[in-house]
């Protein structure tokens, strides 16, 4: 895995929370994760010690088996396993003739469908689900199938929302947005999620892609998608 010496203080404890990650909670001891991982069973043994002591991972006694799990409350758990999910899902998809993520033009079409239905909440959902795929697709080097520029939702709000999300997304990943997405302020402030408590909320959490536009978008919209 790329960037694992940042992450990670050995390969022994990288392995080892990999194969935690990726298999069941309350599935795994250490003996299975030597055998897995195929490091020495001491070496095993003490990055799990090491791990529990650190209250990152739970060891619960099942007679004479103590069986692991992970406490994805710590943000280190939290980051290690969007970290391997993401690269479990590269991996398996790098081969494979199928798209499972949707172009910039598909998304567009199908938010000018739900809000011609009166959804709006579904086509926020539209919004975030896609552009929370960029870096996967990103990994697939096919970025350039799936930011392409898109027709208009039929609002000119929409088409904005989209443009900044995208802009935020790329901004996160470290890379440049296309220049589709470069856009003029709204003529009017505009709150997608609806005004009075949540308002107030939005405007201390809009990313500054959005706020630049007169959209006030709560971030929290984008991981709670």
């Known amino acids: ?10 390969d022994v404890q990288r392995d080892v929370l990999r194969d935690l990650v990726l298999s069941g909670d309350g599935t795994r001891t250490a003996a299975d994760l030597a055998r897995s991982t195929g490091h020495p069973a001491s070496s095993v043994a003490r990055e799990v010690g090491r791990l529990v002591d ?13 069986l692991l799990s992970v406490d994805y409350a710590d943000p280190f758990m939290a980051a290690v396993r969007d970290a391997f ?17 949707l172009t910039l033009p598909e998304v567009a079409e199908r938010v000018r469908d739900a809000l011609n239905d009166r959804d709006a909440a579904w ?8 552009v929370n795929q960029v870096p996967l697709v990103a990994a697939l080097d096919r970025l350039d199938v799936m930011l392409a520029a898109p027709d208009s939702t ?20 470290g890379r440049g947005a296309p220049a589709w ?20 909320m939005a405007m201390q959490n ?10 006030w978008f709560d971030a929290r919209n984008f991981t709670g998608a």
């Open 1 to 10: 895995m790329a960037g694992s010496t940042v992450l990670f203080r050995t």
């Open 54 to 66: 650190a209250h990152v991972v739970r060891a619960t006694p099942r007679g004479r088996r103590r």
């Open 85 to 101: 999910t993401a690269a479990s899902t590269i991996e398996a998809e790098r081969d494979r003739d199928v798209r499972w993520w």
């Open 123 to 130: 086509a926020s959902r539209l919004v975030c689900d896609s």
């Open 154 to 173: 039929g609002d000119d709000r929409w088409d904005a929302l989209l443009a900044g999300a995208v802009r935020y997304r790329m901004r996160l990943l």
């Open 181 to 200: 997405t470069e856009r003029e302020p709204l003529a009017a402030w505009w709150w997608p999620s609806g005004r009075g408590a949540r308002a107030v």
């Open 206 to 215: 809009t990313p500054p892609e959005l706020s630049r536009l007169g959209i």
